[in-house]
Nanobody, 123 residues
Framework: RLVESGGRSVHPGGSLRLSCETF????????ITWFRQAPRKDREGIAC????????KYADSVQDRFKISIDYGLHMVYLDMDNLSTEDMGTYFC??????????????????WGQGTEVTISS
């Protein structure tokens, strides 16, 4: 399973780290993707990391502001977010690819999801 944490309310321009704790599988064999979903919008893939080689992929909307990373020893995947705006508000989910799957932002590829963590941007 996957368990997200770290979501909270921050000011515009602020930073936040989200965590995705993984249980029951080896990160080396999978890719992990962060998705987000704003109210009344589709779920959007924003950052992905391939477990075997740490290669990453970002959506244009977060490129140069967000960073995804992995800690194999702690079984964690992190999403560091900088310069946050109201456009970044929503529920953030992490999801696991099929075994040996590469990065992709289509939600239908992912069979294992966390419960989500809420990010609010408010002045």
């Amino acid at each position: 399973r996957l368990v997200e944490s770290g979501g909270r309310s921050v000011h515009p321009g602020g930073s936040l780290r989200l965590s995705c704790e993984t249980f029951g599988f080896e990160l080396l064999s999978y890719s992990i993707t962060w998705f987000r979903q704003a109210p009344r919008k589709d779920r959007e893939g924003i950052a992905c990391i391939v477990g075997v080689d740490r290669s990453v992929k970002y959506a244009d909307s977060v490129q140069d502001r967000f960073k995804i990373s992995i800690d194999y020893g702690l079984h964690m995947v992190y999403l560091d977010m900088d310069n946050l705006s109201t456009e970044d508000m929503g529920t953030y989910f992490c999801a696991r690819s099929p075994r040996f799957g590469l990065c992709g932002f289509s939600p239908s590829r992912y069979g294992l999801w966390g419960q989500g963590t809420e990010v609010t941007i408010s002045s």
